[in-house]
């Protein structure tokens, strides 16, 4: 990545930090200076090594508890007296037809996508504003643009999150506290694009399928990167991106577009 910033002096919090987007995310805005808690109901160890050498903190939370949250949020001001940036990542699929779902599964999705997403700002808002201002990304997907027919309650979370940036980045304006999305889609490397893949019954035949439904990923033949996300989430914590809130960056390559150009 050539994308630089200046985050030093900043504290972020980074949840679903362990793998994919959160990971490459918490890498990055560490590699620019930022204090970085990488928040996770799991770690991996493979993690470790990398992570103290940049000095990231791993801290336990299930986001889908408002106290852990909250807990989190107290622990980064204990540890700095601040917080800057607050990465809402943390996310789970739910590939079903409608009538197949159950009310675990509907909480499920909504408690981590969007419960989440929504506490993790609540209680961020108040250590942002003794600062004088921030900057929270709200990681959606390409079904927070658009309509899936074969996740349906996940297209739902996603789409309520793009609204719920908007809706705050509207309220917290007079604060300087800035709330963006980022739509990202097909991206590998991920828990969720690994566990779709061991799942199917001809994962390359599904890798295929994926990139062909993306016009550029198409062109370039290849999945997002977890690190081109988190470029653009860098953009949009840095002084760079001062003055845009509210809005919603598709990285999809284009599949949120419409119907692809048919394979020549």
Same mark, same amino acid.
């Given at each position: 990545?050539? #994308? ?31 204090? @970085? ?57 739910? @590939? ?49 643009? #658009? ?5 349906? @309650? ?6 309520? #999150? ?73 953009? #949009? ?28």
């Amino acid at each position: 990545m050539n #994308l630089t910033a200046d985050l030093s002096e900043r504290t972020a919090i980074v949840t679903g930090a362990s793998n994919g987007i959160g990971r490459a995310t918490a890498i990055l805005l560490a590699e620019q200076g930022a204090t @970085v808690l990488a928040v996770d109901f799991r770690h991996l160890e493979e993690n470790t090594s990398r992570f103290e050498e940049l000095g990231i903190v791993e801290i336990s939370c299930d986001v889908r508890q408002e106290a852990e949250l909250a807990h989190t949020v107290d622990e980064a001001v204990r540890r700095t007296g601040r917080l800057d940036i607050l990465v809402n990542n943390a996310g789970i699929g739910m @590939v079903k037809p409608v009538e197949e779902i159950t009310e675990e599964d509907w909480d499920a999705c909504m408690d981590t996508n969007l419960k989440g997403a929504f506490f993790g700002c609540r209680h961020a808002v108040e250590p942002m504003r003794g600062n004088g201002g921030g900057a929270i990304v709200n990681m959606s997907s390409n079904a927070g643009l #658009l309509p899936r027919s074969h996740d349906p @309650v996940y297209s739902i979370s996603k789409m309520a #999150l793009v609204g719920l940036t908007r809706s705050l980045a509207l309220c917290l304006a007079p604060d300087r506290i800035r709330v963006n999305a980022v739509c990202p889609g097909p991206v590998g490397d991920t828990a969720m694009m690994n566990a779709d893949l061991d799942s199917a019954s001809d994962p390359g035949a599904l890798t295929e399928a994926m990139i062909a439904a993306s016009p550029l990923a198409a062109a370039w033949d290849r999945m997002i990167s977890p690190e081109e996300i988190a470029a653009s989430v860098l953009f #949009l914590v840095s002084d760079q991106s001062a003055m845009i809130t509210g809005t919603s960056i598709g990285i999809d390559g284009g599949k949120s577009l419409g119907v692809p150009p048919a394979a020549s």
